[in-house]
């Protein structure tokens, strides 16, 4: 009895722990850090296919190499992560993260899907992911933000960085 009971609790752990979640890879951007492999992923937030005005991009973590989906806290949104909306449309939104307000994020479709657009030194790069060094040991100042994806015009790889 007892070797039975003990089976369908470890059969019913091994089945809890082999079930992998599923993360979309379409986010419109990811944004990591030097400090550990969780990062935050922003996802266009459409209703019937139209872009929310007041909340274009659904942010959250993925935390353990992929094992765990979280919400960002309420001080990861007011003090880092967080989306703030200067201006938005049906078709795009312009947005900025709550830890930069002079990196403005053009939220829109390019070639049919929703990328976010930034403009440094001259030029528009589509953002695939940025990733913020932060100063150790603490990690909680930024030293800087590597912003990395595609030239829009060119669709040459291009990275930059900016320091907060």
Known sequence: MKNSILCTILGTLFCLASQAITIPKDHVFVFERNTNTNYVCYDINLKNGVLQQKEPLNAYWVLGKETRIESLTFLDKKMAFGVKVVSSTQEEAIV?????????????????????????????IIVQKMFAQMKQPIGVKCEYVEIMGTDLKTGEKRNERIKP
């Open 96 to 124: 900025h993260l709550s830890a930069y307000k002079d990196l403005k994020i053009r939220i829109c479709k390019h070639k049919g899907k929703w990328v976010g657009i930034v403009k440094l030194n001259g030029k528009e």
